[in-house]
């Protein structure tokens, strides 16, 4: 039997950015901060990245380039992964995430791509919270209330599939 089968999600947009609350605002702010450590002289997009953990502590990451391309980072990974190191864990409870070009703030937000996008879920799968997704543009803001929307039919483990 062949069932159809459907999957969507609803998520918001922000195009003033002070509807948000005061905590998403200074995360927003921190992911711009951020930027600032980007190492990427090969493509001048630096892109900022900070988590909001449950214990209060705010991380920030930033994309770390390497002149043999594939060995690079995106800022995502990189502060996922060092809020791991940091504080193994504890769960996230929000991710914010922007970027610029020659040092011009994107105006649309960044979407993440597909490999921070499965890092992002298992390490939303360590904390079993719902982890908050803020894309940031200059014109407009999206909050998604759960990376796992961003990422349908993410990989889960080899146990998860094999029963
Ligand atoms: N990059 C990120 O840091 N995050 C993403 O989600 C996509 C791309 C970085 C990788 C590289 O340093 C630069 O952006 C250009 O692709």
């Known amino acids: 039997m062949k069932i159809v089968k459907e999957s969507g999600f609803r998520y918001s947009e922000y195009t003033n950015k ?51 391309y594939p060995s690079g980072l995106c800022a995502e990974r990189v502060a996922l992964f060092y809020a791991g190191v940091k504080f193994p864990n504890i769960p996230i409870n929000t991710i914010a995430i922007t970027a610029s070009f020659n040092n011009q703030q994107v105006s649309e937000p960044l979407s993440p ?45 080899v146990n998860d599939a094999v029963k």
């Open 18 to 68: 002070k509807e948000l609350s005061t905590e998403d605002i200074r995360l927003i702010e921190n992911a711009v901060e951020a930027q600032k450590s980007s190492y990427s002289p090969y493509s001048n997009f630096k892109v900022g990245a900070a988590i909001q953990l449950e214990n209060g502590e705010i991380i920030q990451g930033s994309n770390q380039e390497n002149g043999s």
């Open 113 to 157: 791509c597909g490999a921070c996008r499965q890092v992002m879920i298992e390490s939303r799968n360590i904390g079993n919270k719902p982890m908050r997704v803020i894309l940031v543009g200059k014109e407009r803001v999206y909050v998604i209330e759960d990376v796992t929307f961003l990422l349908p039919f993410n990989f889960s483990s």
